[in-house]
T-cell receptor, first 114, second 117 residues
Framework: NAGVMQNPRHLVRRRGQEARLRCSPM?????VYWYRQLPEEGLKFMVY????????ESGMPKERFSAEFPKEGPSILRIQQVVRGDSAAYFC????????????FGPGTRLTVL | AQKVTQAQTEISVVEKEDVTLDCVYE???????LFWYKQPPSGELVFLIR??????QNEISGRYSWNFQKSTSSFNFTITASQVVDSAVYFC??????????????FGQGTTLQVKP
């Protein structure tokens, strides 16, 4: 049973480019959470999605960031016009239900903006 | 407001010493979950434990033990006879389970543990 998959593991972008981060949840999991870990900081919640729905995006920056979790395929975190401050590790976690169950984390995508 | 505080930024011990990592949380919910995760130098997050707010029994797993005290809103983590492989960043996290909550994790800032040989 494969764990949570994230790709790419490392992503380098120049300022102004777009970054697309993918997350495939564990089999049978329909709940996905995205977290961001800025350098030397803890993880901060960004967004929570179920299939085809954004449930809680209270942690998402207001501009340039978007997320989706389509009926088929992985969840995508998209960052438009990246800036150096977007450099961070982005983790996704999946859960079989929300709240009461353990969230299984992927290995993370390390985004570097030059 | 929900918050998790890990006051110890860095701890350094010598192998075989015992070490306790502190975690203090704030929540208005009566139902919540507390977690500890380990982040080794390789960067992934390793789940260590989940504890619900109704279970104050301390837990031991090998060299790891956890002390949950609702009276002081603390969920401390002790490593007995530390080893070099325990060197990592350790995160405490809170998830509120009351009505309207979505299960998102609120993390502390992390404690970097260095175990020297």
């Amino acid at each position: 049973n494969a764990g949570v998959m994230q790709n790419p593991r490392h992503l380098v972008r120049r300022r102004g480019q777009e970054a697309r981060l993918r997350c495939s949840p564990m089999k049978g999991h329909s709940h996905v959470y995205w977290y961001r870990q800025l350098p030397e900081e803890g993880l901060k919640f960004m967004v929570y999605l179920q299939k085809e729905n954004i449930i809680d995006e209270s942690g998402m920056p207001k501009e340039r960031f978007s997320a989706e979790f389509p009926k088929e395929g992985p969840s995508i975190l998209r960052i438009q016009q990246v800036v150096r401050g977007d450099s961070a590790a982005y983790f996704c976690a999946s859960s079989i239900t929300f709240g009461l169950n353990e969230q299984f984390f992927g290995p993370g995508t390390r985004l570097t903006v030059l | 407001a929900q918050k998790v505080t890990q006051a110890q930024t860095e701890i350094s011990v010598v192998e075989k010493e015992d070490v306790t990592l502190d975690c203090v949380y704030e929540t208005r919910d009566t139902t919540y979950y507390l977690f500890w995760y380990k982040q080794p130098p390789s960067g992934e997050l390793v789940f260590l434990i989940r504890r619900n707010s109704f279970d104050e029994q301390n837990e031991i797993s090998g060299r790891y033990s956890w002390n949950f005290q609702k009276s002081t809103s603390s969920f401390n983590f002790t490593i007995t006879a530390s080893q070099v492989v325990d060197s990592a960043v350790y995160f405490c996290a809170l998830s509120e389970a009351g009505s309207g909550n979505t299960g998102k994790l609120i993390f502390g800032q992390g404690t970097t543990l260095q175990v020297k040989p």
